[in-house]
């Protein structure tokens, strides 16, 4: 795949070269060249400065490196081109995470629940920091809405549920 993308650079230079990189960019993410795949996605900006996807998989690309600051600097261009894109939220509230700033964090899984209120992954992982920070009613909260939203949770979060429950009981 990536010797046809390198081949289409080469003899269609000027037909649509940033979704040719940014393509390209996508081939070697998935192959884990997270650097290769960086280059291309800056190459891909380069050409098209407002082009949200090619950000937003940079930003992916980094946090697949630990480079969250990086991470989320593409991911709040992306909110700045595609203010109501909730998966960009959701995806920076994880580099956030990485970070332990939880409040940051937890701004950011409530606004890609306020764009799409059936994302139970946001639910989940709101419900994670939640039960970090020490505020387990807001944590059962969610995790019984991740449930509800996708019972595949169910099994895990059973007894997630039940410890924040305890919790409660000891305040």
């Known amino acids: 795949m990536i010797l046809i993308l390198d081949t289409m650079l080469i003899k269609y230079p ?5 979704i040719t990189y940014f393509n390209r960019g996508n081939t070697y993410r998935q192959l884990k060249e997270y650097n290769m795949a960086i ?28 480079e969250y ?11 700045k081109l595609k203010p109501d894109y909730p998966l960009v939220y959701f995806n920076r509230a ?3 995470s990485c970070q332990f700033d939880y409040d940051r964090a937890v701004a950011d ?3 890609s ?33 991740a449930v509800k939203l996708d019972p595949a949770y169910e099994l895990e979060l059973r007894n997630k549920i ?4 305890d919790q409660t009981e000891k305040k």
């Open 39 to 66: 280059l291309d996605y800056t190459k891909a900006i380069g050409i098209k400065p407002d082009y949200a996807s090619a950000f937003n998989n940079r930003g992916i690309s980094y946090f697949d490196m630990d």
């Open 94 to 96: 994880n580099a956030y």
């Open 109 to 111: 899984y409530t606004k």
């Open 162 to 165: 039940n410890e924040a429950k």
């Open 14 to 18: 000027n037909n649509q070269p940033e």
């Open 69 to 79: 600051e990086n991470a989320i600097k593409d991911y709040t261009e992306v909110i």
């Open 113 to 145: 629940i306020e764009l799409k209120p059936d994302f139970s992954d946001s639910y989940y992982n709101r419900g994670n920091k939640y039960y970090g920070m020490g505020k387990y009613k807001e944590a059962i909260l969610d995790w019984e809405k």
